[in-house]
C-alpha cells in the first residue's frame, strides 16, 4: 500500500456549445477563441501547486464542466500530463471526464483512453427529443446510443449516463420510457436528477413568468422511487442519492467528497478541499486566465469553515451515501461523539421515520433519501444554535459537489 496521502483532482472545464436554461455552473458559451490560453493556464496552475502537495498521491483526476469533451482531446491530454508531474498518479488512478452525446469523435477518445482516461459521462438527460428541446440540449436521443459504443469500442472501461426527471409535464410513461432507453443500452452507472428551479438561471425567470409550470413534488418523488425500483431489477445497486452502479464502477472520485476527502480544485471557478480548507477559484476564464498568468494560482476566496459547519456539512455528505456511517467515524473527525454534537436532530428523525440504524452504521431510510434536505438542514440548525450562531449570521462555506 502507498505510504503518500490519497488527493483527488477535479479540473474545471468552464466552456458550452450551449449554455443550457436550467443551469447555474460556472459555464460560458463562444469563447473558443480563449480555450489555448485557458489549457496553458490550467497546466500552469497545476504546477503552481506541485510545492503545496508535497507527500501527494493523485487517486483520480476528473474533467467537469461545462462540457469538457467539446474541448481537443490533445489539451485534456496535457492536463493529464501535467497532474502526473505534480503528483505521482496511482497505478488505479480513475480519470473521468465529462461530455456530450454526439459531439465526441472516435479518434478523441481513442487518444483519450491512450492516456489513461477510463470513465466518461454523458449528459444524455433524455431519451424523449421533445424533453430534450426543452432542456437545450443540442443532441439526439440517437446519439447518446452512438456515443456509448463509440467509448466501448476504444476501450473506456466504464460509461455512466446522467439522467433527468421531473420535468415540467413530463409523465411516469415518459420518465418510463427513457429508463428503458438507457437500460437497453446497459451503461455501467446511472446518475439521475431532479430539475431544480436554480435563482438567476433563464428557466427561472420563464417560472416567474408563469411560461413553464414547475411538477407537482409528490409526482417528482414519485418518479425518483419508480427509478428505484426499475434499476435495481436492471442490476443496478444504488449507492448514493442519485447515483447507481454495476459492482465495481462507482465513481470513486466522487466517493472523496461524500467521505470529506481532500481534493485539490483547478481552473476557472473550481472548488477545493485541502486540509481543512475550502477554497474558490476566480469564476471568468479570461479573469482566471490573467490571475494564473500573475500569481501561479487561481485562489479567489479560501475559508476555514466553523466547527458547527464542519460538522453540519460532514453529517450532510455522509448520509448522501445509501450505506450511511458508522457514528465512530464522526467521533475520530471531531472528537466529540455523534450524538452529543447532534442527538436531539437525528433523534426526532428518526421518530419520524426518516433515519434508522443498522449493523452498527446510521442511514437514511428509504423514504428519508427523499428528505435528505430536510434532515441535513435539522442537524445544522441544531449545530449552528448550539455554537451560539443564528443561522443568517453563521460563518463557513459548504461544500461543493461536482
Not at 505521482?88 to 479518434?107: M, Q
Not at 481543512?276 to 469564476?283: I, K, P
Amino acid at each position: 500500500m502507498s505510504a503518500l496521502r490519497p488527493l483527488a483532482v477535479y479540473v474545471h472545464i468552464p466552456f458550452c456549445v450551449r449554455v443550457c436554461g436550467y443551469c447555474d455552473f460556472n459555464t460560458y458559451a463562444g469563447m473558443d477563441a480563449v480555450k489555448d490560453s485557458y489549457t496553458a493556464a490550467v497546466v500552469d496552475e497545476v504546477a503552481a501547486w506541485a510545492p503545496h502537495i508535497p507527500g501527494r498521491e493523485a487517486t483520480s483526476i476528473a474533467f467537469g464542466g461545462g462540457t469538457p469533451g467539446e474541448m481537443p482531446a490533445e489539451s485534456l491530454v496535457s492536463i493529464i500530463e501535467a497532474v502526473r508531474a505534480a503528483a505521482p498518479l496511482a497505478p488505479d488512478a480513475e480519470i473521468s471526464l465529462e461530455a456530450n452525446p454526439g459531439t465526441t469523435s472516435a479518434p478523441a477518445l481513442r487518444d483519450l483512453a491512450a492516456a489513461g482516461v477510463n470513465r466518461i459521462s454523458f449528459g444524455a438527460q433524455s431519451f424523449d427529443a421533445a424533453e430534450l428541446a426543452f432542456l437545450d440540449r443540442v443532441h439526439t436521443p440517437e446519439a447518446t446510443a452512438a456515443s456509448l459504443h463509440l467509448a466501448r469500442a476504444a476501450g473506456i472501461p466504464s460509461v455512466n449516463l446522467d439522467l433527468m426527471y421531473g420535468l415540467p409535464g413530463q409523465t411516469p410513461a415518459a420518465w418510463r420510457a427513457t429508463l428503458r432507453n438507457a437500460l437497453d443500452l446497459a451503461p455501467d452507472h446511472l446518475s439521475l436528477y431532479a430539475l431544480t428551479v436554480e435563482s438567476g438561471t433563464p428557466l427561472d425567470g420563464r417560472v416567474e413568468r408563469g411560461e413553464v409550470t414547475p411538477l407537482d413534488p409528490d409526482a417528482v418523488a414519485a418518479m425518483y422511487e419508480e427509478a428505484t425500483e426499475h434499476l435495481a431489477t436492471g442490476g443496478y445497486r444504488q449507492y448514493e442519492l442519485s447515483n447507481w452502479a454495476r459492482p465495481g464502477h462507482e465513481s470513486r472520485h466522487n466517493c472523496v467528497y461524500w467521505t470529506w476527502g481532500d481534493y485539490l480544485g483547478i481552473g476557472a471557478g473550481a472548488h477545493g478541499f485541502l486540509e481543512g480548507e475550502r477554497f474558490e477559484n476566480v469564476a471568468h476564464p479570461r479573469a482566471y486566465i490573467d490571475t494564473v498568468r500573475r500569481d501561479g494560482r487561481a485562489i479567489a476566496e479560501a475559508v476555514r469553515p466553523d466547527p458547527a459547519t464542519s460538522m453540519s456539512d460532514w453529517l450532510a455528505l455522509r448520509l448522501r451515501l445509501v450505506e450511511g456511517f458508522d457514528p465512530a467515524e464522526f467521533a475520530t473527525t471531531f472528537g466529540e461523539p455523534l450524538e452529543t454534537a447532534a442527538g436531539p436532530p437525528l433523534d426526532a428523525c428518526r421518530a419520524a421515520g426518516l433515519l434508522e440504524d443498522s449493523e452498527g452504521r446510521l442511514r437514511l431510510t428509504p423514504r428519508g433519501r427523499l428528505l435528505h434536505n430536510e434532515v441535513a438542514v435539522q442537524v445544522m440548525l441544531h449545530l449552528r444554535e448550539r455554537a451560539g450562531e443564528s443561522p443568517a449570521t453563521a460563518g463557513g462555506g459548504g461544500p461543493a459537489v461536482a
